[in-house]
């Protein structure tokens, strides 16, 4: 039996490990800026909902309960402009990761299909697209690919690792150049609600999609917004027809969100109050760690949106890494998203506010 998993590139995660080693043996321990996953409380408004969900004996549906869609289709329209969308224009998974890794295969992609993704990305593009057996192509501009055999577009935005918006007419021409070519395109958006220095705009909005989602999905997640990571609670919302197949499939596959993640995910949508708090959080945190970083010497670049620093001091990104784990701080490579990213380090802000001061004194 062939491997799958020679076909995947190795786990970058692991390379970390001494430097991580090196970070903790500081006299008042580590602060890990790496991985960027949430440490603050689950709302409230969430926990009570997941709670009064908590006998659930029965199976739960993968399009999800009608007030699952309706929650769904009520936030798009709300919080994205997105019009006349219904529930046949939004789908539930299970986190939106394995989403994208599975994507590909589900929309039946393999040998001689390409699947483009930004040079500097999520690596979970390319695994989707490794998974499959499709070619993983990067782009700087996805306009200047070759659309023959391109089936899949990948855009992110605001952009992990990096923190870019695509402007509004970046994404309109885009679209435009997709559909032109028959090219789906699939628009990552887990970070929409964490813009800063820019209002990020989804593809879902009319004026980019031109009122019809044909051709163009968006992908959301709570995990961010909501600090949801531990639920597994996200949606594609967008073009019925290939939201219509990947249902078929993932119904066949047993692709459900648990009943009780379901119920907790309509109160989170319906609640904007601790979206405003968190991201209170966050930008403190992240002004904070921006001035320290700048007085250490790095220079910050793009880093408008999203929950990350994108850092250089111009040297190499693992001695970068190495630096800073003398001081007790983790970060991640930048060359884990990618080549371009060899001389940067992603410094993600979800730290408590007692681990990011202990950061902001080192750095000082
Ligand atoms: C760009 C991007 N997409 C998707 C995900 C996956 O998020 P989740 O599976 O928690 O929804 C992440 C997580 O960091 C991400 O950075």
Known sequence: MAAVSSRLPAFPWDKLEPYKATAAAHADGIVDLSVGTPVDPVPAVIRQALVEAADSPGYP???????????????????????????????PVVGSKELVAWLPTQLGLGAGDKVAYPRLAYPTYEVGARLAGAEPVVYDDPTELDPAGLKLLWLNSPSNPTGRVLPKDDLVRI????????????????????????????VLHPDVCGGTYEGVVAVHSLSKRSNLAGYRAAFVAGDEAVLGELLQIRKHGGMMTPAPVQAATVAALGDDAHVGEQRARYAARRAALRTALETHGFRIEHSEASLYLWATRDEPCWDTVAHLAEL?????????YGEAGERFVRVAFTATDERVEAAVKRLG
């Open 61 to 91: 549906t993968v399009w999800g309960t009608p007030a699952l869609r309706d929650a769904l289709t009520g936030w798009i329209a709300r919080r994205l402009g997105a019009v006349d969308a219904g529930h046949r224009n939004v789908l």
């Open 328 to 336: 007790g701080i983790l970060v991640a490579p930048g060359d884990f």
């Open 175 to 202: 679209v435009a150049w997709a559909r032109e070519h028959g090219v789906l395109v699939f628009s990552d958006e887990c970070y929409l609600e964490l813009g800063w220095e820019a209002e990020p705009v989804s």
